[in-house]
């Protein structure tokens, strides 16, 4: 008989995290999963740390195409009727499945099913709580909440890692796979098609450890930002076709109040940094959604002589009505 679970786990590059992150779901309290670990082309020694598992797993090996991609060939190879998604640096709790297996069994409408956990580094705890601000005061004295977000999630997305979250194949069926063109953030992607159709139910409990790593996917978090940023816009443009005509204002409100803000951090990081990369950067922006006119007010005043940048900033501050 086919489990219950498929733990889908993606890693490139991770060999000094790959065994503990095994390790971490073959202890598990819940039993009845099966483990799919897609090596999206890694270098290193990855398949070497991976070996004493390799007769409890299903171990998959491609070129490197990135995380979208390794996660749907994972999915593919799926046989459970509930996927979760695990990082290859990232730790389960023992009792993480469990606990979202009682959650699935208490809401079986929901599309998505999400636990806390906390972010850390090698000596301390960085973050406290994986979750959204805005979602832990309504977990507070709950083991869990399920909530229609789909708003909420337009307006930035409430999960960090996508080793927080289980979701129905049936849902995945519904709605498709991780979108390849988005390689830093396709969960959130998935998340707002999951989120349009159906509920999300957030669960208190920390049951995912979230590895702080410079090197990941995600880069070095001063830059983080800048590599999400661009994903995001091109998100925030595909949902402004997808969504539901009383929502898609509120998409074209977040679309412009991204990206204006997306490229004014881009201007002001570069100016005494590498105003090269800004003008590069602000390029990719515009080209991610040509309607906006903060952007390219940004990439001119970036190919400006900084003698004149201020008296254009009056200008263009004029033009646009901006304080």
């Not at 498709?176 to 992607?189: A, N, Q, V, Y």
Request: aromatic content about 8%; charged content about 25%; some cysteine.
């Amino acid at each position: 008989m086919a489990p219950t679970v498929s733990v889908v786990i993606t890693t490139y590059n991770q060999a000094p995290y790959i065994a503990a992150t095994i390790a971490s779901v073959l202890d598990q309290t819940y039993r009845d999963f099966e483990i799919i670990l897609v090596d999206d082309g890694s270098t290193d020694s990855t398949a070497t740390k991976i070996s004493p598992y390799r007769d409890r797993l299903a171990y998959i090996r491609q070129r490197n195409r990135g995380v979208p991609a390794a996660r749907n060939v994972g999915i593919s190879h799926a046989s459970g009727r509930m996927i979760a998604f695990l990082d290859g640096d990232d730790l389960w709790e023992a009792e993480k499945l469990q606990k979202q297996m009682e959650a699935v069994a208490a809401q079986p409408g929901s599309g998505l099913v999400v636990t806390d956990g906390v972010e850390f580094a090698p000596d301390c705890i960085l973050r406290t709580s994986l979750m959204n601000p805005s979602i832990v005061p309504l977990l507070a004295g709950r083991d869990f909440i399920t909530l229609r977000c789909y708003e909420e999630l337009i307006r930035g997305n409430l999960i960090t890692s996508t080793s927080q979250v289980m979701v129905p194949r049936t849902v995945i069926d519904r709605v498709g796979l991780s979108d390849e063109r988005f390689p830093i953030s396709s969960d959130w992607d998935l998340y707002l098609r999951i989120a349009a159709v159906s509920d999300v139910t957030f669960l208190s409990q920390k049951l995912v450890r979230y590895r702080y790593l410079a090197t990941s996917a995600s880069g070095p978090r001063h830059l983080r930002q800048f590599r999400w940023g661009l994903d995001v816009t091109g998100i925030l443009r595909k949902h402004v076709r997808l969504a539901t005509r009383d929502m898609r204002p509120l998409v074209r409100i977040e679309l412009a109040r991204h990206t204006r803000a997306i490229a004014e951090e881009a201007y002001y990081y570069s100016l005494d940094t590498d105003r090269r990369w800004g003008r590069r950067y602000l390029f990719n922006v515009l080209l991610a959604n040509p309607t906006s006119l903060s952007t390219s007010a940004y990439l001119l005043a970036m190919c400006a002589p900084r003698f004149l940048t201020r008296r254009f900033g009056r200008v263009m501050r004029r033009v646009l009505g901006w304080r």
